[in-house]
């Protein structure tokens, strides 16, 4: 298997079947959970956190595109979703793909094939999740929720200092003269002389001062950097 620590959860109410996929997908190397019905799966599904889900789509209680839905519309879930239908009609797909579905299989089904298309949701899933994060040491910056966090630890930010931890931390462990740190900041409007040292004091607070090791340095008479010490 390609992708390593990855958890499936399994939504099938044949249990021969879920018993065989349980088992070949232990057996690739996959962690597995298992719901028998739709609603054990959504509170599965909203209790923990999966890599990937196997979705039938006919189930007693709630069917395959209830949850679905519900996963994507009432708890905003990003996990990626395999729907599996024992029908190969053109509707069904468009309708689990309306409700948010990232993939469709028809059922009967080679297991190469949906561990195969597992791997492929769950590593486009963590390329997309990592392309939106920055990294240094144990700082994490994540510009699609805006959140900061050092040593898995939540740092608040101001907009502005936001701001200047992801242009420094984009180009570190390069160094950012001061000069080109103000013109990204605030191109030719350039604010009070002393504000661009203001931010750099507060995110030096936020982020440096409660842990050992300090990440942002600054570089007399040249600019900044985002980098642990040498």
């Keep these: 298997m390609e992708v390593k620590n990855a958890c499936v959860l399994l939504v099938e109410d044949h249990r021969d079947l879920a018993e065989t996929t349980l088992d070949f997908l232990s057996g690739v ?6 719901a028998g019905d739709g609603i054990s799966a959504l509170q599965l599904a909203c209790s923990n956190r999966y890599d990937a889900i196997i979705l039938d ?4 209680g709630l069917d395959g595109f209830e949850v679905c839905q519900r996963l994507r519309h009432e708890q905003g879930s990003d ?11 053109l509707q069904d797909k468009l309708d689990g793909f ?3 579905a990232d993939d469709y299989l028809v059922k009967p089904f080679d297991m190469p094939e949906l561990a195969a298309r597992l791997v492929a949701m769950i590593r486009r899933q963590r390329g997309e999740l ?25 740092i608040q930010l101001s907009p502005t200092a936001f701001r200047i931890l992801k242009i420094l931390m984009r180009e570190s462990p390069r160094l950012v003269m001061r000069e080109a740190l103000e013109q ?8 009070d002389s002393d504000a661009l040292r203001s931010h750099l004091y507060k995110l030096r607070q936020a982020i440096d001062k409660p842990f050992t090791t ?3 340095q600054t570089i007399p008479g040249q600019g900044f950097k ?3 010490l040498r």
């Design 98 to 100: 309306r409700v948010g």
């Design 79 to 89: 996990i990626p979703i395999l729907m599996l239908t024992a029908r190969d009609q």
């Design 57 to 60: 789509v006919m189930l007693p």
């Design 226 to 228: 985002i980098a642990p």
């Design 214 to 216: 300090p990440l942002l």
């Design 130 to 154: 990592a392309a939106n994060k920055l990294q240094v040491s144990d700082l994490v910056l994540d510009m699609g929720t805006f959140e900061v966090s050092r040593a898995n630890q939540p």
């Design 29 to 34: 190397g996959f962690e597995t959970d298992y």
């Design 184 to 191: 990204e900041l605030w191109g030719d409007a350039l604010p």
